[in-house]
């Protein structure tokens, strides 16, 4: 349910569930804090820090994906300082940057299956690439994330993999492999039931029918993305797509304008005719979390 978007109904479903065993509890907490996390990601709420320290309390010797859900929350939380979109280390504390790729090495090292290991490989490129603007290390490490989650291991690490390489390679002029990355991207989000991130996704398929002169598309596929971020509360996204329409590039680097503006209006015909590099990556699921 989180996945496709109905943070409300999953957090309700878990909250009526009680549990004997310390260790169904244990995972029952810890899935609420991703269901949280991941609303935030998508909605511009700021609701996971309590839910992730609640996770952390029934873990006390440690836990590899309570403390990935940690690293997640850290990076958004760098990501979005004040209520602003910042790529890249500047304004940044460097103690805090330099921690935080430490968390995501260990990790790596540390985790029990590829899979995992796929995807804390994939928040060692989203890193490298948004908080130390290090591209060429970005891509060694998604390069191995699509490869621990390809031939349907984890379709929604190969679609964050794919997003993630499809920008480098937008950037590299190579709008055609751009193209196939970012459609089999969507695909395979699509396929995994990801509604917010399929949605966040097209997007970037807006992105690249503006690169081909195709105002038109471009413009229809943003207006169609507003409207259905905000049927699933996902202000986040609709606040994107509507600086989008208004000529802003979601791929660019640097400060943004402020986002999560869940009452921003509704796209106009000013606005339908207005006229780099991925938008940072949607809050992947913990792999194996039951919601």
Not at 175 to 188: G, H, M, Y
Not at 203 to 219: C, F, K, M, N, S
Not at 241 to 264: I, K, N, Q, S, V
Request: glycine share 10%.
């Amino acid at each position: 349910m989180s996945t496709a978007g109905r943070w409300e109904r999953a957090a309700l479903l878990l909250d009526s569930v009680t549990a004997d065993d310390p260790a169904d509890r244990a995972r029952i907490v810890r899935t609420r804090a991703e269901v949280a996390l991941d609303r935030d990601w998508f909605a511009g709420t700021d609701t996971a820090v309590v839910r992730i320290e609640a996770a952390e309390r029934e873990f006390p010797d440690g836990d590899w994906d309570t403390g990935f859900l940690r690293l997640r929350h850290d990076y958004a939380r760098l990501l979005h300082g004040a209520g602003t979109l910042r790529i890249g280390p500047a304004g940044k504390d460097p103690e805090a940057l330099a921690a935080l790729r430490d968390r995501a090495r260990d990790l790596h090292g540390e985790a029990p299956d590829e899979v995992r290991r796929g995807w804390a490989a994939m928040y060692r490129g989203l890193i490298a690439d948004n908080h130390f603007a290090d591209r060429t290390a970005a891509a060694g490490h998604f390069a191995r994330a699509l490869r621990a989650g390809q031939d349907g291991a984890d379709d929604l690490l190969a679609r964050e993999a794919l997003r993630h390489l499809g920008d480098l390679d937008r950037d590299a002029g190579n709008l055609e492999r751009a193209t196939e990355r970012w459609r089999r991207a969507t695909a395979l989000g699509a396929r995994a039931g990801a509604v917010p991130g399929t949605l966040s996704q097209q997007l970037l398929l807006a992105v690249l029918a503006r690169d081909a002169g195709d105002e038109a598309a471009a413009t229809a596929l943003a207006t169609e993305l507003a409207r259905w971020a905000e049927a699933i509360g996902a202000g986040r996204l609709r606040a994107g797509a509507l600086a989008f329409l208004r000529g802003a590039d979601p791929t660019a680097p640097g400060p943004t304008a402020p986002e999560g503006d869940a009452a921003a209006p509704e796209p106009t015909a000013e606005d339908a005719t207005a006229s780099g590099r991925a938008a940072p990556a949607g809050m992947a699921p913990a792999p194996g979390a039951p919601v």
